[in-house]
C-alpha cells in the first residue's frame, strides 16, 4: 500500500506559509516554490540505494559511500510541475526530466493527453512526478496511469500541498505510488480550489491570471 508522508519540517512549514499568503508576488512565490522543492527532494531521496568504496582523503584511506547509480527521472504535470523541477534538479542533477500535459474534455469527462515526452528507459528509472496542487487528484491519476502504460514501475508523487480528495483518489488507483506532500489541507471548496490552499499555483508561479 503506497503511503502518505507529510513532510512537516519547519523550514517547509515556514516557507509554506509565505507561499500561501495572496501579497506574495510573482518573484518571492516562485522562488520559494523552488526551496521547498529542494527539501522536499531531500527527504523523497531518503531511501536511495548506496554502496560503498574505498578512496584517499588527504589523511587516510576510507570506506564511504555514494549512490548506487539508481537512474531518477523527474515527470512535472504541466505546467505547474515546472515550478518545482529546479529545486530537485540542483539536488539531483543527473536526473532526467520528463513533461506530461493533459486536460480533461469537458464533454467526455476522458483525460487527453496533449503532450508527453519521456526519457526513453523510464521502465529503469525511479520516476518522482511533481504535482504541486492535488486537488481532485484527476490529473496525477491519469499521468501516473500513463507512465504505467508506458513501462514505469517504480513512481513517488510529489506536491505542494494536497486535498484529502485527491490524497484518495491516488491511494485507491495507484496504491503502489508513495506520495509526499508539504501539507495535507482541509478540503476543495466547489470552484476545485484547495482550502487554505495557495490559489492557482500556476498563474502564481507564472504572473498570469
Ligand atoms: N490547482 C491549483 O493551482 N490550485 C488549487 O487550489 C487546485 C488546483
Redesign the pocket.
Same mark, same amino acid.
Given at each position: 500500500m503506497g503511503n502518505v508522508f507529510v513532510l512537516d519540517h519547519p523550514l517547509i512549514q515556514h516557507k509554506l506559509t509565505y507561499i500561501r499568503k495572496k501579497d506574495t508576488g510573482t518573484k518571492e512565490f516562485r522562488e520559494l516554490v523552488d526551496e521547498v522543492a529542494g527539501l522536499m527532494a531531500f527527504e523523497i531521496t531518503r531511501d536511495l540505494p548506496v554502496e560503498e568504496k574505498t578512496i584517499e582523503t588527504p589523511v587516510t584511506t576510507a570506506v564511504t559511500k555514494t549512490l548506487s547509480g539508481k537512474k531518477i527521472g523527474l515527470v512535472p504535470i504541466l505546467r505547474?510541475g515546472l515550478g518545482m523541477v529546479d529545486g530537485v534538479l540542483r539536488l539531483i542533477p543527473a536526473a532526467k526530466v520528463g513533461h506530461v500535459g493533459l486536460y480533461r474534455d469537458p464533454e467526455t469527462l476522458q483525460p487527453v493527453e496533449y503532450y508527453i515526452k519521456l526519457p526513453s528507459d523510464i521502465e529503469e528509472r525511479e520516476l518522482i512526478v511533481i504535482d504541486?496542487?492535488l486537488?481532485t487528484g484527476g490529473s496525477a491519476n491519469d499521468a501516473i496511469a500513463s507512465l504505467k502504460k508506458r513501462g514505469a514501475t517504480n513512481i513517488k508523487l510529489m506536491c505542494l !500541498?494536497a486535498?484529502p480528495e485527491g490524497v484518495d483518489l491516488i491511494k485507491k488507483e495507484h496504491p503502489d505510488v508513495d506520495i509526499y506532500l508539504g501539507a495535507l489541507d482541509e478540503k $476543495?471548496n466547489e470552484k /476545485?480550489? !484547495?482550502v487554505p %490552499? $495557495? /490559489? *492557482?499555483? %500556476? *498563474?502564481r508561479l507564472f504572473g498570469t491570471k
Amino acid at each position: 500500500m503506497g503511503n502518505v508522508f507529510v513532510l512537516d519540517h519547519p523550514l517547509i512549514q515556514h516557507k509554506l506559509t509565505y507561499i500561501r499568503k495572496k501579497d506574495t508576488g510573482t518573484k518571492e512565490f516562485r522562488e520559494l516554490v523552488d526551496e521547498v522543492a529542494g527539501l522536499m527532494a531531500f527527504e523523497i531521496t531518503r531511501d536511495l540505494p548506496v554502496e560503498e568504496k574505498t578512496i584517499e582523503t588527504p589523511v587516510t584511506t576510507a570506506v564511504t559511500k555514494t549512490l548506487s547509480g539508481k537512474k531518477i527521472g523527474l515527470v512535472p504535470i504541466l505546467r505547474a510541475g515546472l515550478g518545482m523541477v529546479d529545486g530537485v534538479l540542483r539536488l539531483i542533477p543527473a536526473a532526467k526530466v520528463g513533461h506530461v500535459g493533459l486536460y480533461r474534455d469537458p464533454e467526455t469527462l476522458q483525460p487527453v493527453e496533449y503532450y508527453i515526452k519521456l526519457p526513453s528507459d523510464i521502465e529503469e528509472r525511479e520516476l518522482i512526478v511533481i504535482d504541486p496542487m492535488l486537488a481532485t487528484g484527476g490529473s496525477a491519476n491519469d499521468a501516473i496511469a500513463s507512465l504505467k502504460k508506458r513501462g514505469a514501475t517504480n513512481i513517488k508523487l510529489m506536491c505542494l !500541498i494536497a486535498a484529502p480528495e485527491g490524497v484518495d483518489l491516488i491511494k485507491k488507483e495507484h496504491p503502489d505510488v508513495d506520495i509526499y506532500l508539504g501539507a495535507l489541507d482541509e478540503k $476543495l471548496n466547489e470552484k /476545485g480550489y !484547495i482550502v487554505p %490552499g $495557495l /490559489g *492557482d499555483a %500556476g *498563474d502564481r508561479l507564472f504572473g498570469t491570471k
